[in-house]
């Protein structure tokens, strides 16, 4: 069982950046690769980014490709997103996930979700 922990969130304004980590609780981390996903109000939960477990490949929405970058620290446990240049639609709450790969569509592991409103 591995627990993780998003961090980061919080009210910006369009074009602000933000980095989002993601705490895991068990060395196990460096098994997986991680990846975020995000739920805006009424919409279902979507694919953000993921990374494969050395940091070497990463995969993104094309609705943030350019402006997001996903990356890990195996030795500290952690997931990080930096988000650039923000739109109003990035708005959601945002999670993190440990997964079998970069392109599994059923992560094992959640977190609870961190709140990124964006404000024009």
């Known amino acids: 069982q591995m627990k993780l922990e998003e961090s980061g969130g919080g009210l910006v304004q369009a074009g602000d950046s933000l980095t989002l980590a993601c705490s895991a609780s068990s060395p196990a981390f460096s098994n997986y690769a991680m990846g975020w996903f995000r739920q805006a109000p009424g919409k279902d939960r979507e694919f953000v980014a993921a990374?494969?477990?050395?940091?070497?490949?990463?995969d993104y929405a094309d609705s943030v490709k350019g402006r997001f970058a996903i990356s890990r620290d195996n030795a500290e446990m952690k997931a990080y997103l930096t988000m650039n240049s923000l739109k109003v639609e990035d708005t959601a709450i945002y999670y993190c996930?440990?997964?079998?790969?970069?392109?599994?569509?059923?992560?094992?592991?959640w977190g609870q979700g961190t709140q990124v409103t964006v404000s024009s």
């Open positions: 996930a440990a997964m079998g790969s970069i392109y599994d569509p059923a992560p094992a592991y």
């Open positions: 990374i494969n477990l050395s940091g070497s490949s990463t």
